[in-house]
Each structure stands twice: as C-alpha cells, then as structure tokens.
C-alpha cells in the first residue's frame, strides 16, 4: 500500500506543471477477487492473488 501512494506522489508531483483543474484518483480492481487499488501508473497490471487483469472500477463500484 505504502508503494501504491509513493507511486501516486511521484506520478502527482511529474505532472503538476502540466496539470489543470481537479486530480481525481481512479481505481482499478479485481473483479475475481475484489480488490481495490488505486490507479498509479499508466498500465492496469495483473491481480497478484489470482493473476487475473485489473479493470478500470466505476466509482460507484469501489
């Protein structure tokens, strides 16, 4: 977890001067699994418990 926000601090702090309006945090998940993560680098990746891919979660669904 730990990982995952200093993941999503330097991929926040890169893009600052790029940046314009509101950040949103995305969420991917497992829908195997039903983890939740948040989405820090620009490919979703596989679940590491059941190795199945991540998707892209609704915000209603997290």
């Known amino acids: 977890m730990f990982d995952q926000a200093v ?3 330097e991929a926040f702090r890169q893009g600052a001067g790029q940046m314009q309006g509101v950040l949103i945090p ?3 998940g497992c ?3 039903r983890t939740v993560q948040m989405i820090s680098v ?3 990746g596989m ?3 059941c190795g ?3 998707r892209v979660l609704d915000p209603q669904d997290a």
């Open 7 to 9: 993941q999503f601090s």
């Open 26 to 28: 995305a969420l991917k």
């Open 31 to 33: 829908p195997h699994c």
């Open 42 to 44: 620009p490919v979703l």
């Open 47 to 49: 679940c590491d418990d």
């Open 52 to 54: 199945d891919e991540l």
